[in-house]
Structures are given as structure tokens and as C-alpha cells.
């Protein structure tokens, strides 16, 4: 068992794999609630996103200034998921 002082020694992306296991799981559990569309939709999204979220505010990377590209497409796929959940 690690001690208190070894857990809090580790770095902020030493927790994401329990994170993104949680995800992972709690996204099996909305396929069967959401159709696999409405899912898969939300997931690109997601990825795009975040990525244009990273593009922009990444410290290590040489960073990109948000275009009106990058946001209008952001917004164009958001409003794609509003319209495969409705119909």
C-alpha cells in the first residue's frame, strides 16, 4: 500500500489513467442509453475540441491563435450533435 506522502508525490497526469477509465466505462453505458451515433458524434467532437483547445493554449508547443475557423468548426460540429440527437 502506498503511503500519503507517495501518493501526493505524483504528478497530475499520473491520475488520468483511472480518469480515462472511468470514461471509458461510463461510455459503454451511454451507448446503451444513447444511439451509437449521438455517441460517436459527441466523441469527434470532443477530440476536436480539445484539440483546438490544446492548439491554442499549449505551453510546450509553439501555439496557434484561435481562428474563426477552428471556432466556427467547433461550433458547426456541436450544432451537427443538437441536430443527430433531435432527428
Known sequence: MASAATLAGVPWWGWLGGVLGAATRSRR????TLRR???TALVVTGQLVC???LDTSARSLAEHALSWG???GCLLMVGGIVLI???
Open 29 to 32: 453505458l451511454l451507448a446503451r
Open 37 to 39: 451515433r449521438t455517441l
Open 51 to 53: 484539440s483546438v483547445a
Open 70 to 72: 477552428a471556432s466556427s
Open 85 to 87: 440527437w433531435r432527428f
